[in-house]
């Protein structure tokens, strides 16, 4: 009986391990918000990194194994010194900007989140890549020629429904996680539309890669933020 109970222990505690992890997170968050979204901006951007680069290596047929390091670098520079701070701050002026109660509330933080922030961001997203590849500002003018504009109607295309949801009905502290991350299509645009072919602009010489991680988000509030969440029930 005791291999069996000592078995059983093991397997519980695997299992709230998933738990136990969101639990600190949510902590990290309410105690180091602008740390704690930086840092995760910058895991999931290098990781997207490294995810394209092998989707695209595998596309072509090459070694997985044979990664470009400075890529995954470049995006953890940029994900923790520019989106995950911006992407706080935007958010909290958001909420002063347009309350949650305010009439027509939630078109409003679309519109503002549409047609200024993502714009902005995207704007932002090629001047700083160009500036850590070492790249000259003709290059820059070129890329965005060719390359800004459909960026950013892929972006609308794609992701205007989710950041719906995200910018009206997901806690403050966690937006910040879900969006201001540059999607995949942005990335495969920047890198000369090389990428895996996306549906809304094939036929047009464009390519993009798979959309950007989302951290998981759960319902309810964060500890000390309104109705308290409870990951443990």
């Known amino acids: 009986m005791a291999p069996a109970a000592s078995r059983l222990r093991s397997e519980a505690a695997l299992g709230s391990l998933p738990r136990r992890a969101l639990t600190q997170y949510l902590l990290l968050l309410r105690l180091y918000p602008v740390l704690t979204k930086a840092v995760s901006s910058g895991a999931l951007l290098a990781l997207g990194n490294v995810l394209a680069q092998m989707i695209e290596k595998k596309r072509k047929k090459e070694d997985s194994q044979n990664l470009d390091v400075s890529g995954p670098l470049r995006y953890a520079v940029y994900g923790f010194f520019i989106t995950g701070p911006l992407s706080h701050y935007f958010y909290l002026l958001m909420d002063h900007w347009i309350p949650p109660g305010a009439p027509w509330a939630g078109i409003r933080r679309l519109l503002l989140d549409r047609l200024v922030f993502a714009p902005a961001f995207l704007l932002l997203f090629f001047l700083v890549m160009n500036l850590l590849e070492g790249k000259d500002a003709e290059t820059l003018a070129t890329k965005m020629r060719s390359g800004f504009w459909p960026a950013l109607r892929m972006n609308w295309r794609v992701w205007t429904p989710l950041q719906f949801v995200n910018i009206n009905y997901v806690p403050l502290q966690a937006r910040a996680t879900l969006s ?44 000390g933020k309104g109705p308290h969440f409870d990951p443990t029930s």
């Open 180 to 223: 201001g991350q540059p999607a995949e299509e942005e990335r495969g645009i920047w890198r000369g539309g090389a990428g895996v072919q996306a549906g809304p602009l094939q036929g047009e010489g464009h390519k993009a890669h798979l959309p950007h991680q989302a951290f998981p988000v759960p319902h309810g509030r964060l500890p």
